[in-house]
């Protein structure tokens, strides 16, 4: 890049910072035989590209955001999409985008810069893999295409490997179903004191759409398609409040079921009458795709045409490991094809798996070689034991790790025997809130505490909700293990110190039109060492 072209690019942006508090941004990582880069001058591939196209309309209509940081790197995506719900509206050539990354918002300090090609095959999406950074830094970056920009997003590296850290804040969130309810939650999210965002899953929800809360009144069908998936994708993403809050923080991301399909496991769907192994299989691809493409992943989460590799582990110094789970891709099919039921036989089978036999065997070895205060399992589905029926016989939900209770054991004996301290498991799927302790056994409620679980609820799915309900009162009624639960929209934010966990559950009063307030249902505190759920006193709005 000139310098003068630099200088108009700063200039422009510099006159655009207005479209940060709008979200207008996009990006995605770039994998197999298309992760090349362009490199050749920006202004001469522009030149290319607009020979053989007309000028695009606005591109960055999706938003920005990063994910993944590392040390010293850091994934900046983008997605070029004038008609966002119409495939994105894009010619069937590359286009090269421009990147830069500053120490300051108003890119006075450029410390990165380069050009990305986006590509129809990847939805003209790009993920920028931005090495070279300083740990624990603050950056600011944006996007630029023919003559247009995007807003400017903010990200931070994570802390040097095995330096000391002194606190880590974070939220996580997930079940976002856009026809329930406004994302508000992420509005307030954005404006939080945060180092990060965790997101569980349920980005998008594949049924049927046709929402009586939001102004877009038209109605979408099941998604099959790729294209299908790609214009679910945009229609969640050109919310401005989701746009702000990943414009805000860099994103650790994950799926669940219904990025995918309803409660499938595996290689088989919930419902097998519904659709056929091989077609679902074919939908599972095409899902895959469409989620790589949307996301802040790196080239090592690009998928084949078989699987997405998801699992992963992301350290911020000796403070605190992520060990980010995958419990849908590689989980054994769902007891007869059903959730709740009895404890069986089947269920409580020694080689069912919720992980798989190499995720499960990576997540020992990282537990048992971790060097970090706290070990958190940032995962999708309820963890602890949940018995919802009263009295002596039980009733458990066949998908969560109640299904799949041998991998469970195995990993808590794991905890157990090496002297594991500190576990802690942040879990999404569930739509309430919730606060566990995770027993030696749980039928014995004297049995050690190896560790406690923090279940966030949705940002939007449920609706409005309510502070509890008769659910929820029987699980706290019925399971000693169980805290607190609650049943409103929200998100959890986290407070990490060599000392001390403290967990606060944000929950809004209604998600049925924008504006909520939003206030601090119930805070925890885990003491290092102790695996015990101290409730703290908060103060009522």
């Known amino acids: 890049m000139t310098e003068k072209e630099n200088h108009h690019f700063t200039d422009e942006v510099g006159r655009r910072n207005f479209l940060k508090t709008t979200g207008k941004g996009v990006g995605i990582a770039l994998g197999a035989t298309l992760m090349n880069t362009l490199p050749v001058n920006f202004a001469s591939a522009e030149s290319s590209a607009s020979s053989n196209s007309s000028n695009l309309a606005y591109p960055f209509t999706l938003g920005i955001a990063s994910g993944d940081p590392l040390p010293d790197s850091v994934v900046l995506w983008t997605r070029l999409a004038p008609d966002p719900l119409n495939g994105g509206g894009m010619p069937s050539h590359p286009f090269p985008v421009q990147w830069e990354v500053s120490l300051d918002e108003d890119f006075n300090h450029v410390v990165k810069r380069g050009t990305e090609l986006s590509k129809p095959q990847l939805a003209h999406s790009v993920h920028v893999e931005v090495e070279g950074l300083k740990p624990s830094t603050w950056y600011y970056y944006r996007f630029k295409s023919q003559d247009h920009f995007s807003p400017a997003g903010k990200t931070k590296t994570a802390p040097a490997y095995g330096s000391p850290l002194d606190k880590l804040s974070f939220a996580f969130a997930s079940c976002q179903n856009w026809q329930a309810g406004f994302y508000t939650a992420y509005q307030h999210m954005a404006k939080d004191d945060l180092d990060l965002v965790v997101h569980l899953g349920d980005y998008i929800y594949e049924g049927k759409h046709s929402s009586n809360v939001r102004p877009n009144k038209e109605v979408y069908p099941e998604i099959y398609t790729l294209e299908d998936y790609r214009n679910r994708y945009a229609l969640y993403k050109l919310d401005s409040d989701l746009q702000a809050a990943h414009a805000s923080f860099p994103w650790i991301v994950v799926f669940d079921d219904h990025e995918v399909d309803n409660n499938w496991a595996g290689e088989v769907p919930q419902d097998p009458h519904k659709q056929s192994r091989e077609d679902f299989l074919k939908r599972r691809a095409l899902a895959f795709q469409a989620y790589y493409e949307h996301m802040p992943l790196r080239r090592t989460s690009f998928p084949d045409e078989n699987s997405i590799q998801l699992y992963r582990q992301l350290s911020f110094g000796n403070l605190v490991d992520f060990n980010v789970l995958d419990t849908r891709q590689f989980r054994d099919t769902l007891v007869n094809y059903s959730v709740w039921q009895k404890p069986s036989p ?196």
Not at 409 to 428: A, C, W, Y
């Open 346 to 541: 089947e269920s409580m089978d020694p080689n069912r798996s919720i992980l798989g036999e190499q995720q499960e065997q990576w997540l020992l070895d990282k537990l048992g070689t971790s060097q970090a205060k706290w070990n958190v399992l940032a995962q999708q589905v309820f963890f602890a034991k949940r018995d919802n029926k009263l009295g002596v016989e039980e009733e458990i939900n066949m998908d969560k790790w109640d299904g799949y209770s041998a991998t469970r054991d195995r990993i808590l004996h794991f905890v157990q025997e090496k002297g594991i301290s500190n576990l802690v498991v942040l879990t999404g799927d569930q739509h309430n809130n919730w606060a566990n302790e995770i027993k030696a056994d749980f039928n014995d409620p004297n049995s050690a505490n190896l560790g406690v679980e923090f279940v966030g609820t949705s940002i939007s799915s449920g609706g409005n909700g309510a502070d509890s309900n008769n659910s929820l009162k029987l699980a706290l009624a019925e399971n000693p293990h169980i805290k607190f639960n609650n049943n409103q929209r929200g998100y959890v934010r986290c407070t990490v110190t060599p000392e001390n966990w403290q967990t606060d559950f944000m929950v809004l009063p209604y998600v049925n039109r924008p504006g909520a307030p939003i206030q601090t249902r119930a805070s925890f505190n885990v003491e290092n060492g102790k695996q015990t759920l101290q409730q703290l006193a908060v103060a009522q709005a």
